[in-house]
């Protein structure tokens, strides 16, 4: 985990390229009225599981580029968290591993929230559209579906 925060750390701070590329905003639009909230500067590699990982002697790298966006430092260690939510971690636990990036607490609780529910309705849609007999898509959407209803049990408590 060490050597993923560590690269996590490092993208969190690497500003997005002067080329053209979609905004994080644009493409959460249609998800929420909220997706202003995901506004930013840094790149995005916004598909990061254990395939696009590579892990070597000395560090940790994201490959398969075929997602990139601008946006938000946070973003990045939010979709983390629901790849560790599917992973087997509890939300609150993933929330803690994310917590580890100094991004994190950059992060307004409303942004998160917004976030999470975003991904809960684009994880539907992919899992609506996968293959008959694609399963990782639901699962997915479950983790999605979880972290977003953590966030709204945190944000009554706050």
């Not at 598909?47 to 990045?76: K, M």
């Amino acid at each position: 985990m060490e050597l993923t925060i560590a690269v996590l750390e490092e993208l969190a701070a690497t500003l997005c390229p002067d080329i053209r590329l979609l905004d994080c905003v644009n493409r959460c639009a249609g998800y929420s009225d909220q997706a202003h909230l995901f506004t930013g500067e840094t790149v995005l590699h916004t598909d990061i599981n254990p395939a696009n990982t590579l892990i070597c002697g000395y560090g940790a790298h994201f490959i398969d580029w075929a997602w990139p966006i601008r946006g938000a430092s946070w973003v990045e260690p939010a979709i983390w968290v629901i790849r560790l939510i599917d992973a087997g971690h509890t939300p609150a636990s993933a929330e803690t591993w994310a917590g580890k990036l100094r991004t994190w607490d950059t992060a307004p609780a409303e942004s998160l929230t917004a976030f999470a529910h975003v991904n809960a309705h684009m994880w539907d849609e992919i899992a609506e559209q996968a293959p008959q007999g694609s399963n990782w898509q639901k699962h997915m959407a479950a983790s999605a579906h979880a972290w977003a209803d953590h966030r709204e049990e945190a944000d009554r408590w706050t």
